[in-house]
């Protein structure tokens, strides 16, 4: 699935707003408030200058109210750099929450139904997985690793413009066997327990829908999953000759991968309408953006509002 961030490019927007305004605000303070203020100084003595002169020829003046007005005139700020002074602050406090804490990204397609739907509106969490640069996306400080389960944001091994979104099912060291539409892990077949089947909003079809436990730290990850009874285990002749395949031992029927160190193995829970790593690979750890963890807005359907399961 690819996804839509709510602006297009709106990181490298965002920083390149953020550094004009920054050098904008820092030259004004020390350098052009400094020369606005000597400028004023001057115009305010050569005003008491002239005001003593003409006090001294008997004339009267009013000292307050001009001078006030000289020297308002000389220390104002022109627009640019009042209004550029005014944004920063809040173009910066967006560009870091951002970059180092949440994201928003919209849903555009059926991959991860029922778990997500077309129009959910998601925040990824930036920090849970370690603090990155942002723009290049380099990990500079290491906190957690994805587990078995995490909905994961990560940028597309082929496109790295892009965004995609799926389940993490294999960590780093997992040996994952994919067959009947069941996953095996490290030996253990995964459980699942069947439920209602599911109808899809986007076509009128009814999808066979499972509880699915995914083993994790500390016990199991549940989540809903969807099968088409009419689609193949999955489809063999599309699967890529993606980097690290060699890991991986394919027939028409199943496929069994040991994910090497580094990498991810991705799926959809949508599971026979994903694109995932059965068919371009895995994912590496510098291509993780985040991890998704909350609908903030469906505007079709408010009941969608909530946690990410």
Same mark, same amino acid.
């Given at each position: 699935?690819?996804?839509?961030?709510?602006?297009?490019?709106?990181?490298?927007?965002?920083?390149?707003?953020?550094v004009?305004t920054?050098?904008?605000?820092?030259?004004d303070?020390?350098?052009?408030?400094?020369?606005?203020?000597?400028?004023?100084?001057a115009a305010?003595?050569?005003?008491?200058?002239?005001?003593?002169?003409?006090v001294?020829e008997?004339?009267?003046?009013?000292?307050?109210g001009n001078?006030a007005a000289?020297?308002?005139?000389?220390v104002?700020?022109?627009?640019w750099?009042?209004?550029?002074?005014s944004f920063?602050?809040?173009?910066?406090m967006v560009?870091?929450?951002?970059?180092?804490?949440?994201e928003?990204?919209k849903?555009?397609?059926?991959?991860?139904?029922?778990?997500?739907?077309?129009?959910?509106f998601?925040l990824?969490?930036?920090?849970?997985?370690?603090?990155r640069?942002p723009?290049?996306?380099?990990?500079?400080?290491?906190?957690?690793?994805p587990?078995?389960?995490?909905?994961?944001?990560?940028?597309y091994?082929k496109d790295?413009?892009?965004?995609?979104?799926?389940?993490?099912?294999?960590?780093p060291?997992d040996?994952?066997t994919y067959?009947?539409?069941?996953?095996?892990v490290n030996g253990?077949?995964?459980?699942?327990?069947p439920?209602d089947?599911?109808?899809d909003?986007?076509?009128?079809?009814?999808?066979?829908?499972?509880?699915e436990?995914?083993?994790?730290?500390?016990?199991?990850?549940?989540?809903?999953?969807l099968?088409?009874a009419d689609r193949?285990?999955?489809?063999?002749?599309?699967?890529?000759?993606f980097p690290?395949?060699e &890991?991986c031992?394919?027939?028409?029927?199943?496929f069994?991968?040991v994910v090497?160190a580094?990498?991810?193995f991705?799926?959809g829970?949508?599971?026979?309408?994903?694109?995932?790593?059965?068919?371009?690979?895995?994912?590496?750890d510098r291509?993780?953006?985040?991890? &998704?963890?909350?609908?903030?807005?469906?505007?079709g359907n408010f009941?969608r509002?909530?946690?990410?399961?």
């Amino acid at each position: 699935m690819n996804l839509q961030p709510v602006l297009s490019n709106f990181a490298l927007i965002l920083f390149v707003l953020m550094v004009i305004t920054g050098i904008i605000w820092c030259l004004d303070r020390f350098v052009l408030a400094k020369q606005r203020r000597r400028a004023a100084d001057a115009a305010l003595r050569e005003y008491d200058a002239r005001n003593a002169k003409l006090v001294a020829e008997g004339i009267k003046v009013d000292h307050n109210g001009n001078r006030a007005a000289i020297e308002a005139a000389h220390v104002r700020q022109p627009t640019w750099v009042e209004y550029s002074g005014s944004f920063f602050p809040v173009i910066a406090m967006v560009f870091i929450l951002r970059s180092f804490l949440w994201e928003p990204f919209k849903i555009p397609s059926s991959s991860m139904v029922p778990t997500l739907l077309v129009g959910d509106f998601i925040l990824v969490n930036k920090y849970t997985y370690g603090i990155r640069l942002p723009i290049i996306n380099k990990k500079i400080i290491q906190i957690n690793d994805p587990q078995r389960g995490d909905v994961m944001v990560f940028k597309y091994p082929k496109d790295m413009s892009q965004d995609y979104i799926k389940r993490v099912v294999g960590v780093p060291g997992d040996t994952i066997t994919y067959e009947d539409k069941r996953l095996t892990v490290n030996g253990k077949a995964v459980e699942y327990t069947p439920l209602d089947d599911y109808l899809d909003d986007q076509h009128p079809v009814y999808h066979k829908q499972l509880e699915e436990k995914l083993p994790s730290p500390g016990g199991f990850t549940q989540h809903r999953i969807l099968n088409t009874a009419d689609r193949r285990n999955f489809d063999f002749p599309s699967v890529e000759q993606f980097p690290l395949r060699e &890991a991986c031992d394919y027939t028409e029927d199943k496929f069994t991968c040991v994910v090497p160190a580094g990498q991810y193995f991705m799926m959809g829970d949508n599971r026979d309408n994903s694109a995932d790593s059965r068919y371009w690979g895995f994912v590496p750890d510098r291509n993780i953006v985040g991890k &998704a963890f909350v609908v903030w807005m469906n505007f079709g359907n408010f009941k969608r509002v909530g946690g990410i399961h």
